[in-house]
Protein backbone atom coordinates (compact mmCIF):
# COMPACT_ATOMS: atom_id res chain seq x y z
CA UNK A 1 0.00 0.00 0.00
CA UNK A 2 1.35 3.78 -1.00
CA UNK A 3 2.15 6.21 1.82
CA UNK A 4 0.07 9.52 1.56
CA UNK A 5 3.73 10.88 0.75
CA UNK A 6 3.92 8.22 -1.80
CA UNK A 7 0.86 9.83 -3.93
CA UNK A 8 2.02 13.72 -3.02
CA UNK A 9 2.36 15.04 -6.64
CA UNK A 10 2.02 19.13 -5.50
CA UNK A 11 3.60 21.32 -3.09
CA UNK A 12 1.88 23.92 -0.81
CA UNK A 13 3.88 26.37 0.58
CA UNK A 14 2.92 28.76 3.84
CA UNK A 15 4.42 31.24 5.48
CA UNK A 16 4.27 31.52 9.02
CA UNK A 17 4.77 33.80 12.21
CA UNK A 18 7.90 31.78 14.23
CA UNK A 19 5.51 31.44 17.50
CA UNK A 20 2.66 30.06 15.03
CA UNK A 21 5.00 27.08 13.90
CA UNK A 22 6.83 26.13 17.24
CA UNK A 23 2.77 25.78 18.02
CA UNK A 24 2.22 23.52 15.11
CA UNK A 25 5.72 21.55 15.63
CA UNK A 26 4.68 21.23 19.23
CA UNK A 27 1.16 19.66 18.26
CA UNK A 28 2.45 17.44 15.56
CA UNK A 29 4.96 15.88 17.94
CA UNK A 30 2.27 14.83 20.69
CA UNK A 31 0.19 13.00 17.84
CA UNK A 32 3.36 11.52 16.11
CA UNK A 33 3.14 13.25 13.19
CA UNK A 34 5.38 15.66 11.59
CA UNK A 35 4.49 19.26 10.47
CA UNK A 36 3.49 18.19 7.41
CA UNK A 37 1.33 15.22 8.22
CA UNK A 38 -0.13 17.63 10.76
CA UNK A 39 -0.98 20.53 8.71
CA UNK A 40 -2.16 18.48 5.63
CA UNK A 41 -4.64 16.78 8.15
CA UNK A 42 -5.52 19.76 9.60
CA UNK A 43 -6.36 21.60 6.61
CA UNK A 44 -8.28 18.79 4.99
CA UNK A 45 -10.38 18.55 7.81
CA UNK A 46 -11.24 22.08 7.94
CA UNK A 47 -11.63 22.08 3.68
CA UNK A 48 -14.27 19.06 4.85
CA UNK A 49 -16.37 20.81 7.88
CA UNK A 50 -16.38 24.06 5.36
CA UNK A 51 -17.98 22.54 2.35
CA UNK A 52 -19.86 20.18 5.22
CA UNK A 53 -21.22 23.46 6.60
CA UNK A 54 -22.54 24.48 2.94
CA UNK A 55 -24.12 21.56 2.05
CA UNK A 56 -25.72 19.46 5.12
CA UNK A 57 -29.04 20.90 6.64
CA UNK A 58 -30.14 19.03 9.91
CA UNK A 59 -33.59 19.38 11.26
CA UNK A 60 -35.91 17.48 13.25
CA UNK A 61 -38.89 15.70 10.94
CA UNK A 62 -41.54 18.64 11.77
CA UNK A 63 -38.43 21.33 11.11
CA UNK A 64 -37.58 19.22 7.91
CA UNK A 65 -41.15 18.97 6.77
CA UNK A 66 -41.61 23.05 6.89
CA UNK A 67 -38.64 23.00 5.03
CA UNK A 68 -40.12 20.60 2.19
CA UNK A 69 -43.43 22.62 2.23
CA UNK A 70 -41.75 26.12 1.68
CA UNK A 71 -39.65 24.24 -1.32
CA UNK A 72 -42.77 22.77 -2.50
CA UNK A 73 -45.22 26.47 -2.03
CA UNK A 74 -45.36 28.79 -5.20
CA UNK A 75 -42.65 31.63 -5.78
CA UNK A 76 -44.01 34.52 -4.88
CA UNK A 77 -43.93 37.38 -7.10
CA UNK A 78 -40.79 38.83 -5.14
CA UNK A 79 -39.34 35.28 -5.84
CA UNK A 80 -39.88 35.04 -8.93
CA UNK A 81 -38.58 38.51 -9.68
CA UNK A 82 -35.22 37.05 -8.09
CA UNK A 83 -34.96 34.03 -9.99
CA UNK A 84 -35.43 36.39 -12.87
CA UNK A 85 -32.96 38.81 -12.18
CA UNK A 86 -30.52 35.80 -11.14
CA UNK A 87 -30.72 33.76 -14.50
CA UNK A 88 -30.23 37.34 -16.41
CA UNK A 89 -26.59 37.49 -14.36
CA UNK A 90 -23.95 37.32 -15.80
CA UNK A 91 -21.48 34.36 -14.19
CA UNK A 92 -18.06 35.24 -12.67
CA UNK A 93 -16.56 31.92 -13.93
CA UNK A 94 -16.41 29.83 -17.11
CA UNK A 95 -19.25 27.38 -17.68
Known sequence: MKTAAA???VNIHLRARPQD????????SLIGANRS??????ALNEAKNVLLDQTTILADAKTFRKILDR???PL???????FKRLKA?????PE
Do not use: V, Y
Open 7 to 9: NAE
Open 21 to 28: KILIDRAA
Open 37 to 42: QFMMAS
Open 71 to 73: LDA
Open 76 to 82: TSQEAEG
Open 89 to 93: AKSRW
